[in-house]
């Protein structure tokens, strides 16, 4: 795992061929998929190398490629057991290594960002959930249907198990969705919460790193990643609700998101940030995030209305008047 990040598949992704960069795509995707056991200290030196691949990517459009590939074609395949793991991965890397990126560079990045969070609520909130792993009964069904001699021998008997296996699975998967709808979303804003969106910049409590019990602390990252995610946070959100008509003239005004939207969880972490950041000016974007028009036009907030007492003491001053 050590040589990953230099195995031609990672170099080739950064690639102005499109069509090796696609093959280079499709290889980290069938590796991912298919090593489910990969711990956050081997996904991490993965990181690594996509991370200075991203960095050495130098078209506009080979960069943005790049960013969608690595972001809304790799992660809502990858298996449920280690989307998480790899997420987290992602935002140790961008956190630890976002200051030392130079003027240049930081927009391809802003926009890897931008992706990142949006697939994330794709997955987690639309609910594009990542794909689990096939099971040893699917992948033997599967291999018997290659080879239609073995297929047309199969005892109905035989293929009665095997569905019966596969239904068991997607019935428990079906009751485990049922029973905690939101926890997959709760757990990733758990990251966030504890990394770029993190109130503190500094944790002097934090445990020190720990390779033998898989644990590297997340760093917090600086104040200019955490204004670029309040900037993005509810862009991204709104690509991937799903809003009907209202019934007034304005349809602005009543445009209400289709389903649950757990809103108080997705606004949680930045109102952390309102209420708990040391920093004056994260606290005054924090509060402009949440005061956002589209928080009122979606129903999730009341607008303020204003006092007679406050109106009046906002009105211009006319000055002394002639005696």
């Known amino acids: 795992m050590t040589d990953l990040q230099k195995t031609p598949f990672v170099k080739e992704l950064a690639s102005s061929d499109k069509k090796l960069r696609d093959k280079a795509t499709d290889s980290l995707i069938h590796f991912l998929r298919s090593r489910t056991d990969l711990s956050l200290i081997e996904l991490l030196k993965l990181w690594k190398g996509l991370f200075f691949c991203f960095y050495h990517s130098d078209r506009p459009l080979t960069q943005q490629a790049l960013a969608r590939n690595l972001s809304y074609t790799l992660v809502p395949t990858l298996p449920r057991t280690s989307v998480h793991r790899f997420l987290r991965a992602f935002w140790i890397t961008i956190s630890r290594d976002f200051h030392s990126l130079d003027r240049l560079r930081l ?64 019935g428990a998967d079906d009751t485990t969705a049922q029973n905690g709808k939101w926890d997959a979303l709760e757990s990733y804003i758990s990251i966030i919460e504890e990394g770029p969106l993190c109130p503190l910049n500094f944790d002097p409590d934090q445990p020190a790193a720990d390779e033998k019990n898989d ?44 389903g649950e939207v757990p809103m108080d969880l997705l606004l949680r972490p930045i109102e952390k940030l309102r209420v708990e950041s040391p920093t004056k000016q994260v606290r005054i974007r924090a509060k402009e995030a949440l005061d956002d028009e589209r928080l009122i036009e979606w129903g999730f907030k009341e607008r303020k209305v204003e006092s007679d007492e406050e109106e009046d003491s906002e009105q211009e001053w006319g000055g002394f008047g002639d005696d």
């Open 107 to 170: 927009d391809k990045y802003l926009f890897l960002i931008r992706c990142y969070i949006g697939v994330a609520f794709s997955v987690f909130v639309k609910g594009d959930t990542p794909k689990k792993p096939e099971t040893k009964a699917t992948k033997k069904r599967k291999a018997g249907k290659k080879e239609a001699g073995n297929a047309k021998k199969r005892s109905s008997k035989q293929r009665a198990a095997d569905a019966t296996d596969e239904d068991e699975e997607e």
């Open 215 to 258: 644990y590297v602390p997340m760093p917090h990252g600086p104040d200019g990643l955490r204004y670029h995610i309040m900037d993005i946070w509810l862009d991204e959100l709104e690509k991937v609700l799903e809003f009907e008509a209202g019934e007034g003239d304005d349809e602005e005004e009543t445009r209400k998101p289709k």
